[in-house]
């Protein structure tokens, strides 16, 4: 293990590299300070750019978004009242009425002092957990796989909210995809309609860009006063400054948020969204002056953003191991491994350790970085909140369809790029979410290999899939899974529905 690291410590030094990580940490800043962008949708439009790069300077870039994006979200929630990801809501809650009283510096600074240390402990999460699980993994054999691959697309039921008929929906849509070209294991042809270009299977980076980036840009495209300025940006007084005794006050609640922040972020499924909303929960459940909440609490902005970077590299851990996403941005990863031509797994560990070492350890100097970024560029960030609508649609249409064209050279991805933008209006329309289509592409051909290599293996019988130890034990947690979700759902819809009565 010592050499690997010395080995990734050499790597993660490289020029490149430190450029590289500069340059993610900027874009995931300004994608997630612009309201209706986020890291998330960098990583997925600028997955497609990553083609000639190093896989860990690839892959150590991607993540660079993500943690930016994570703080960036901060930056216009707490100036402009918008959070700029769906993770800052809970900062919104606390930093613009702080902001409003004039101490906009010291909310944007105690952003990003727990992102920083939320980001932080992630990563020597990350470098500490992933190579021990990805040890204990290597013991699976087909069936195994096949359950783990089951297990992710059961994450589904947590991704649907209430309507879980509508989650199983697109995540059959998903599944079919996933299934489109040459079979792995018989050399036949499926549902390819005679398109020789269809052999390869459907491009993934195609797909993403079109479900997530197109009902974005039509959303810009129909906000009306498009061409208007942005909201007024509350100006920051350099003198107004995070104390060190502020910060130590602190101190317990950030770990505390940061630890539960990558216990949620190593769930599939779960994400930076729910890890800010419970840390919020439990920072004004401990305050001695709980009261207080939503005037501008200084506990109400570390909790929520120490736990969304908490989420960032803890959420590698089952994607690396396992190779299973539980986020659209995980499954964008997924997207660049693959034009390495590397499939995920424990494998990785065992054949490309010091890639996977470099990869976390350069995740620890990531986040320095979008400290010393983050102290200068938060008032730059939040004037670029101001570009219009407009503007914005017609750069994503442009980065969209060079981006899905650059991964083959292929006219026919920008088709299904363009077929899958029109896809996901639809499904917006029915209020069926993405993320299952995604989840379901991803994991649905994994699914159908290893049932089929586990029951050649075994001569077609199907009680090895619960006889092997590691099997049962992996579909039992499944099935709590499942149960704990069907509790939580029909709870919510109660609830929902006792509201609905008193009103």
């Known amino acids: 293990m010592a050499e690997f690291i010395m080995e990734a410590i050499g790597n993660i030094f490289h020029p490149l590299t430190l450029v590289l990580m500069n340059l993610g940490v900027f874009l995931g800043i300004i994608f ?8 998330n949708l960098g990583i997925i439009l600028l997955v497609p750019f990553t083609v000639n790069m190093r896989l860990s300077d690839a892959i150590i870039f991607l993540t660079a978004i993500f943690c930016g994006g994570e703080f960036g979200g901060s930056i216009s929630a707490i100036l402009i009242n918008t959070p700029g990801t769906n993770s800052a809501t809970c900062t919104m809650l606390e930093g613009y009425p702080l902001a409003k009283r004039g101490h906009a510096r010291k909310a944007l600074m105690t952003a990003l002092s727990a992102s920083f240390i939320g980001g932080i402990i992630s990563s020597l999460a990350l470098l500490v957990f992933a190579p021990a699980i990805a040890s204990f993994t290597l013991k699976f054999g087909p069936p195994e796989y096949f359950a783990m691959s089951f297990f992710g697309l059961s994450i589904i039921a947590s991704l649907c909210g209430n309507s879980l008929s509508r989650g199983l929906i697109g995540g059959c849509i998903g599944i079919l995809l996933s299934l489109v070209g040459m079979d792995s294991i018989t050399g036949s042809t499926r549902f390819t309609f005679g398109v020789v270009e269809l052999l390869r299977g459907l491009t993934l980076i195609a797909i993403l860009t079109g479900l997530f980036a ?26 107004d400054k995070l104390t060190l005794a502020e910060l130590l006050s602190m101190k317990w609640l950030i770990l505390k948020s940061s630890v539960l922040g990558c216990i949620i972020g190593a769930v599939p499924g779960a994400g930076a969204g729910i890890a800010s909303f419970i840390s919020y929960n439990e920072a004004k459940r401990t305050s001695r002056t709980p009261e207080k909440f939503g005037t501008g609490m200084l506990e109400g902005i570390a909790a929520p953003e120490a736990a969304n970077n908490g989420v960032t590299s803890a959420s590698l851990i089952p994607l690396l191991t396992l190779g299973i996403p539980g986020s659209p941005s995980a499954a964008a990863m997924i997207g660049a491994f693959s034009l390495k031509g590397l499939s995920l797994g424990p494998t990785l560990f065992r054949n490309q350790a010091g890639i996977m070492y470099t990869i976390m350890a350069g995740l620890v100097l990531v986040n320095v970085f979008m400290l010393l970024q983050g102290t200068f560029l938060s008032g730059l960030a939040a004037r670029i909140t101001k570009v219009p609508e407009t503007v914005l649609a017609a750069l994503l249409v442009v980065i969209c369809a060079a981006g899905a064209y650059s991964v083959n050279g292929s006219a026919l991805d920008v088709k299904v790029f363009v077929l899958f933008g029109g896809v996901a209006y639809v499904l917006g329309l029915m209020k069926i979410p993405a993320v299952p289509v995604v989840l379901g592409f991803v994991l649905g051909d994994m699914v159908d290999y ?4 586990g029951l050649t293996m075994c001569g077609g019988n199907l009680w090895v899939f619960i006889t092997r130890p590691i099997t049962l034990a992996i579909l039992v947690l499944m099935i709590l899974f499942l149960a704990y979700n069907g509790i939580q759902n029909a709870r919510g819809s109660r609830q929902i529905r006792e509201s609905g009565d008193k009103a």
Do not use: F, T
């Not at 997630?32 to 890291?39: E, N, R």
């Not at 290893?450 to 290599?453: A, H």
């Open 32 to 39: 997630g300070a612009i309201p209706g962008l986020s890291g």
């Open 214 to 239: 197109i009902p974005n840009i039509l959303e810009k495209i129909h906000v009306k006063d498009a061409g208007k300025e942005g909201a007024q940006i509350i100006q920051m007084d350099k003198k």
């Open 450 to 453: 290893n049932l089929r290599r």
